[in-house]
């Protein structure tokens, strides 16, 4: 089967759903949130509505892989003086926006979960 583009709203509000998914307190909301909504888009066609569905699916586990990736940034930043520490948190943003668009509203999940797990790290 050849690739379907999809249009990238459609993408930017399925990597939203992906990252609600990742911080849901129940994953299977987020599934049904984002089958119903699929299911409303009335101008895609079969092929598309699997494509988005397929990409979905992609994004959550990228998602997944974003935030463990995360967890050893975090392990790794404590004992770095001020300038490696800041070099660190530019390379984690990095990390975060190579999978998902700053423009993303949910990318700041991401972003909290991050500052949330340093400051974990500070206390230990």
């Known amino acids: 089967m050849g690739m379907v ?3 990238f709203r459609l993408e930017k509000r399925l990597d939203n759903y992906a ?3 990742c911080f849901h307190k129940n994953p299977r909301e987020a599934n049904k949130k984002v089958l ?6 009335h101008r895609l066609n079969k092929k598309k ?3 988005s569905l397929v990409y979905y699916r992609q994004q959550r586990t990228s998602c ?5 990736g995360l967890e050893g940034f975090a392990k790794s930043y404590s004992g770095m003086n001020d300038e490696e520490k800041k070099g660190h948190d530019e390379m984690a943003r990095l990390f975060i926006t190579d999978v998902f668009s700053e423009d993303i509203e949910n990318v700041f999940y991401l ?7 340093k400051s974990q790290m500070k206390q230990d």
């Not at 997944?64 to 463990?68: P, R, S, T």
């Open 5 to 7: 583009k999809l249009d």
């Open 19 to 21: 990252i609600l998914y």
């Open 36 to 41: 119903t909504f699929v299911r409303r888009i």
């Open 49 to 51: 509505k699997y494509a």
């Open 64 to 68: 997944m892989a974003v935030k463990k």
């Open 111 to 117: 972003i909290d979960y991050y500052n949330l797990l």
